[in-house]
């Protein structure tokens, strides 16, 4: 075994069907979700009616979701020069889920990108495929070693940081993505447009079953805006991936509980009319400077 496979067995000691199941996962990982996205659309559409199906879907979320960043602490990360491992309870008023809220990034320098399987699987324009990124010199090399077919290429943090900014710039979500079957932890960074993505359509389509089902969890922030500033231009409407945001009656309209909190239309809004502020009443964002070794820093 290579150097890489042997780290994978090692990070999920007795659970050796997590291990195999992750080395499955990337190197069939563009099938993978295929699947995963053929099966949401099948339930949602002629099962969202049947009952058990709610406890089904939270269950699986649990298992796998992502934490939507805002650009300024998705620079945070990819401008990391030290580690960061903070496995904490604590963790999960960041990642409000049960089980895959682990942040830990391991030798953050070393980054890889990669085609994106939700890209491939939903022909998204060619341009914009290459866009995964692996975080950590652990999870960089398993790519390296099991995803060739899928172009991985190793990048600089300055190199991670344009690409995020191209795709930013056409309307995609950066997300951190967690799933327990790979660690339970951060280490994968995607950008995901509403009409490629799996998990937003996911979430999208499962609110068929249950308002209360997500598996994107809010960036921790919201947005305000300056109606002195607002021309009522159409720029915000359109980026923003949920529709949180409408003109009604003369005026923007903000729909605070549907916002991801991405920050993508304050990015468009050419008027400066909107910025972001961290929300209490939201999850708390995954923001390094908020982070130490071992514990999350309370709120003040």
């Known amino acids: ?48 009616w049947v009952k058990p199906i709610t406890p089904i879907a939270k269950a699986v979320f649990h298992r796998y979701h992502s934490k939507v960043l805002s650009k300024e602490d998705t620079k945070k990360i990819f401008t990391l020069n030290k580690n960061i491992s903070v496995i904490s309870d604590d963790n999960k008023k960041i990642v409000p889920y049960k089980y895959a809220t682990k942040i830990i990034f391991q030798e953050p320098e070393h980054i890889v990108v990669m085609d994106c ?73 995607c950008n995901c447009h509403p009409d490629t993505c799996v ?46 945001i409408k003109i009604k009656e003369g005026s923007l309209n903000y729909q605070k509980d549907k916002c991801l909190g991405c920050g993508l239309c304050a990015e468009q809004c050419l008027n400066d009319a909107i910025s972001l502020y961290r929300d209490p009443e939201k999850t708390m964002p995954l923001d390094i400077d908020l982070l130490d070794n071992n514990a999350v820093v309370p709120e003040v």
């Open 1 to 48: 075994m290579k150097l890489s496979t042997v780290a994978v067995f090692k990070k999920h000691g007795w659970r050796i069907d997590r291990a195999i199941h992750n080395i499955l996962y990337f190197t069939y990982y563009a099938p993978y979700v295929k699947v995963a996205l053929v099966s949401t659309k099948f339930l949602t559409k002629y099962f969202a």
């Open 199 to 244: 998990s937003l359509t996911a979430s999208r389509l499962s609110k068929k079953i249950s308002a209360q089902l997500e598996m994107n969890a809010n960036s921790g922030y919201s947005i305000q805006i300056d109606k002195n500033k607002c021309d009522l231009g159409a720029n915000c409407i359109d980026v923003c991936p949920v529709g949180a």
């Open 117 to 189: 399987p939700c890209k491939l699987s939903t022909n998204a324009p060619q341009e914009t495929i290459n866009s995964c990124l692996a975080v950590g010199k652990e999870i960089s090399m398993l790519w390296m070693e099991h995803c060739q077919k899928y172009n991985p290429r190793k990048i600089s943090q300055s190199e991670a940081l344009e690409l995020i900014d191209r795709l930013r710039a056409k309307g995609h979500v950066t997300q951190a993505f967690l799933k327990v079957a790979t660690g339970g932890s951060t280490g994968v960074i």
